[in-house]
């Protein structure tokens, strides 16, 4: 969070393919989602990014272990992804069938140190900022909805 917010933070960009950056979010996460409806829907043929993999692979990290602690483990988790060829933009999702977010929490879901139920969960209230953080410097941009399934989005151009 420190080099984000001085703007230290190097990127090491090189092409990725989103798929493999989903699938190690995924692995790396395996713990947290362990035992849990964990759905995985990726189209064949996505294009290449240029990203800093790992920053990518922990934003998506980050963005999947917040939906396994604030929901129920019930709760299907999926993970998705796409282009958006005409505006030059992939994007990857991390969805859930959550009870959704309160009305108070949209606008501060990704400041830093807000946590959505402190009660239910340990952690600073970072991961969601550090996911944005990181995505932004990609020149992308992290979006939650409250339309069920609820998603967290990240979104970057690709060449």
């Known amino acids: 969070m420190t080099r984000l917010d001085s703007g230290m933070l190097r ?21 947290a989602w362990r035992g849990r409806d964990m759905r995985t829907e990726l189209p064949a043929g996505l294009p290449l990014v240029r ?6 692979q922990q934003a998506l990290a980050n963005l ?10 019930t709760a299907t988790i999926m993970l998705s992804a796409g282009a958006d060829e005409a505006a030059h933009e992939i994007w990857m999702a991390v969805a859930d069938s959550g009870p959704g977010l309160r009305a108070d929490q949209q ?6 140190f807000f946590r959505g139920e402190p009660s239910r969960a340990g952690g600073l209230g970072l991961g969601l900022s550090i996911a ?28």
Do not use: M
């Not at 999947?64 to 602690?69: G, R, S, T």
């Not at 606008?107 to 830093?112: A, E, Q």
């Open 11 to 31: 990127l090491r960009r090189d092409w990725c393919d989103p798929t493999d950056l989903i699938n190690a979010a995924r692995e790396a996460t395996a713990d």
């Open 51 to 56: 990203a800093d993999a790992g920053l990518i």
């Open 64 to 73: 999947i272990h917040n939906a396994c602690v604030h929901t129920p483990s």
């Open 107 to 112: 606008g501060r879901l990704f400041d830093k």
């Open 132 to 159: 944005r953080g990181f995505a932004e410097a990609h020149g992308g941009r992290v979006e939650a909805n409250n339309q069920p399934p609820v998603a967290h989005v990240l979104r970057s151009s690709f060449q």
